[in-house]
T-cell receptor, first 111, second 112 residues
């Protein structure tokens, strides 16, 4: 059974304090790993797709990396507007078109 | 603007009533999805459709029904058979079923 585990569940950082969020996964045949940001009461907003181990992608203060067992979302010098829940999801190959989501990391940046 | 719209934003239903949630997209995407989000749980797939006039059950389809008569629209009906329907419902679409999924703003359903 495909599994996605995100840690920590919640993280509080001071503004400017860099850190990383973790997404570990167990799947058979990774098609892609997806990161989303979700604000309270809103739909998830797409951030990144990673397809193979060693791949990295960046957007503003966020950088996503992928290994064969986990992905990290690094946040550098965060600002209060980066506060949100960050969701990780994996898709698998060979006819299984659904995504398996983790439960998310709730990130709070304190001014 | 291209995007996904869901309506209504909030919906209240009495026990025993069926209710239909709307999802429309103008992204020209072939695939559409319905997810349910509950506190402390990951998003769970209810139904998905890879093409018009075709759809498949997801992990938690019991008590729900869908139709896909038009490429742009994928309405979800929550029937009285769904035992615990209070949740946040999210619609998503993707160019094909293997591409990145983009989400709508969601509908919060509360059963009174």
């Amino acid at each position: 059974e495909d599994q996605v585990t995100q840690s920590p569940e919640a993280l509080r950082l001071q503004e400017g304090e860099s850190s990383s969020l973790n997404c570990s996964y167990t799947v058979s045949g990774l098609r892609g790993l997806f990161w989303y940001r979700q604000d309270p009461g809103k739909g998830p907003e797409f951030l990144f797709t990673l397809y193979s181990a060693g791949e990295e992608k960046e957007k503003e203060r966020l950088k996503a990396t992928l290994t064969k067992k986990e992905s990290f979302l690094h946040i550098t010098a965060p600002k209060p507007e980066d506060s949100a829940t960050y969701l990780c999801a994996v898709g698998v190959n060979f006819g299984n078109e659904k995504l398996t989501f983790g439960t998310g990391t709730r990130l709070t940046i304190i001014p | 603007d291209g995007g996904i719209t869901q309506s209504p934003k909030y919906l209240f239903r009495k026990e025993g009533q069926n209710v239909t949630l709307s999802c429309e997209q103008n992204l020209n995407h072939d695939a559409m999805y319905w997810y349910r989000q509950d506190p402390g749980q990951g998003l769970r797939l209810i139904y998905y459709s890879q093409i018009v006039n075709d759809f498949q059950k997801g992990d938690i389809a019991e008590g729900y029904s869908v139709s896909r008569e038009k490429k742009e629209s994928f309405p979800l009906t929550v029937t009285s058979a769904q035992k615990n329907p209070t949740a946040f419902y999210l619609c998503a679409s993707s160019k094909t079923s293997k591409d990145t999924q983009y989400f709508g703003p969601g509908t919060r359903l509360t059963v009174l």
